[in-house]
């Protein structure tokens, strides 16, 4: 989600304006704006607009993409894909495991609900809240590095700890799958989507998605609440990415792929006859 894409071809200007006006038409109500946001100085206009603080955000983020040639690094039908679900189930609880440049977007796309980012780089972190001082960010530390994806993946069943029957994520520390670590607030809530578009994962010594796919697995699984919960997995294209959420996240939940991305829809316990005795989680 860090990568830095700039575009100086007229290509590449054509598919950033598509995008601004993509998100310009996402936002109604703010489509009369779209005409005039560029000419007139935004603090003024911010200031002349009686709106609450959900509203300014939305304003600022359509600002935002529209000057800035740094975009989301999703593809617009990708991004289609969750915006379609936060729309029908907004205000809800959203965990995007990754801060980006597509950060501010997914926050505007969940007016009044709660959108939670977590970041493995605590630098980072700062860097993008600078900018967005608006957005609900924390750091995470993660215990898995990619080269021992495989080995994982091999070797979770026979820890009592990992096991379908034991879904804890909080204060477990003999499965070094489960995020352990978290921020309270993150155990605190029942979250109706999640994002997975990081930590890194393209190179031996980086954190790889595993323990996010298998974390995110386990908070679904753990619901008690109503409704289901919805994951949206990113780079599905590269080899650990699609061998976990095969495993954790299971193809018979799989209700979408566009792209590189594919949508989860896992439902709560509590509205599945699914028999969790099973060790295995697909």
């Known amino acids: 989600m860090k990568n830095k894409l700039q575009f100086s071809n007229e290509k590449s200007t054509s598919r950033l304006l598509i995008l601004a006006v993509a ?4 936002f109604s109500g703010a ?3 779209s005409s005039f946001l560029l000419a007139v100085d935004s603090p003024f206009l911010l200031r002349t607009l009686s709106v609450d603080n959900s509203d300014k955000t939305q304003l600022e983020t359509i600002l935002h993409y529209a000057t800035s040639r740094v975009v989301p690094q999703q593809s617009f039908a990708e991004i289609k894909v969750s915006f379609d679900v936060l729309l029908s189930r907004r205000p809800c609880n959203f965990l995007v495991f990754g801060l980006g440049h597509d950060s501010q977007m ?34 995470v530390v993660y215990r898995t590095k990619l080269s021992e994806a495989e080995k994982l993946l091999q070797s979770y069943r026979w820890e009592p700890e990992c096991t ?6 909080r204060g477990n520390d003999k499965c070094r799958l489960a995020l352990n670590m ?3 607030e993150v155990y605190d809530k029942e979250w109706d989507l999640i994002m997975i578009d990081a930590p890194r994962g393209y190179f031996p010594e980086a954190p790889g998605r595993m ?8 908070m679904a699984r753990n619901r ?9 997995l990113h780079d599905v294209d590269r080899r650990v990415e699609k061998a976990y959420a095969e ?12 792209g590189r991305l594919w949508h989860f829809q896992i439902p709560s316990p509590n509205t599945t006859s699914d028999s969790l005795a099973s060790t295995n989680f697909c």
């Open 106 to 139: 997914w926050h505007s796309f969940n007016p009044h609900g709660t959108t939670l980012f977590l970041e493995e780089d605590p630098k980072w972190v700062q860097t993008v809240l600078k900018t967005a001082p608006f957005l609900n960010a924390r750091n």
């Open 164 to 169: 379908q029957k034991k879904t804890l994520l």
């Open 224 to 232: 008690k609440g109503k409704g289901d919960t919805h994951v949206f």
């Open 182 to 184: 978290l921020p309270e």
């Open 23 to 26: 998100i310009l038409f996402l």
């Open 31 to 33: 489509l009369v704006l």
């Open 211 to 218: 323990a996010a796919i298998y974390s995110a697995a386990v």
């Open 247 to 258: 495993e954790f996240l299971c193809r018979k939940y799989l209700v979408k792929a566009q």
